[in-house]
């Protein structure tokens, strides 16, 4: 496997851990969703609206986009997690096509990201990507645990890569077209 092959693998799990992710959301009880809770987030929605966020800001880096930092600044929260979640999975497939059409050479190219007051610190995409993801992980695991008090049981978020994971994730897989 490639890095790029990676990249691109690593791509297709978060659309499909994202969606997961919102079908347990989508079936919270009234005011779970923005309940208090304790995490680096306060709540199930800050923390999923500010992975959004960060991944608008991260697409807008790596696409070379106009916003820079107002990707992040200028984010308006959703308050309903269905079009949390839609707005989620769109910014999920349009990270899965920049990931379907980079190369690897690509990934060792320098884009601008926007620092504000630090200013414009040329990244390699690769780089970004690899932060991109993690954060990603690092955001869903606080959301899946948050879930663990709630009226939903949080949902398996580590049967993707593995071919003896493909017969219980099967059906999603073909769903998202992945």
């Known amino acids: 496997m490639t890095?790029?092959?990676?990249?691109?693998?690593?791509a297709?799990?978060?659309?499909?851990?994202?969606?997961?992710?919102?079908?347990?959301?989508?079936?919270?009880?009234?005011?779970?969703?923005?309940?208090e809770r304790?995490?680096?987030?306060?709540s199930i929605s800050e923390t999923l609206n500010h992975i959004l966020a960060v991944d608008l800001l991260y697409l807008?880096?790596?696409?070379?986009?106009p916003l820079g930092a107002a990707a992040y600044d200028d984010f308006v929260a959703f308050a309903d997690a269905k079009a949390l979640g839609d707005a989620q999975a769109a910014t999920d497939r349009r990270l899965l096509n920049f990931c379907e059409r980079i190369d690897e050479v690509g990934l060792?190219?320098?884009?601008?990201?926007?620092?504000?007051?630090?200013?414009?610190?040329?990244?390699r995409i690769g780089?970004?990507?690899?932060?991109?993801?993690?954060?990603?992980?690092?955001?869903?695991?606080?959301?899946?645990?948050?879930?663990?008090?709630?009226?939903?049981?949080?949902?398996?978020?580590?049967?993707?890569?593995?071919?003896?994971?493909?017969q219980l994730r099967r059906g999603e897989v073909e769903r998202l077209g992945l």
């Open 38 to 42: 304790t995490s680096f987030f306060p």
């Open 60 to 65: 807008d880096f790596l696409e070379e986009g």
């Open 127 to 166: 780089d970004l990507l690899a932060h991109l993801f993690i954060h990603q992980i690092h955001h869903r695991g606080q959301v899946h645990a948050m879930l663990s008090g709630t009226s939903v049981k949080p949902p398996q978020l580590d049967e993707f890569f593995l071919d003896y994971d493909l």
């Open 3 to 10: 890095l790029i092959d990676h990249f691109r693998q690593m």
């Open 108 to 123: 060792d190219r320098r884009v601008m990201t926007d620092r504000r007051e630090d200013g414009k610190i040329p990244e």
């Open 12 to 35: 297709r799990n978060n659309l499909w851990s994202n969606d997961r992710l919102y079908r347990a959301v989508l079936a919270l009880a009234p005011g779970e969703f923005g309940a």
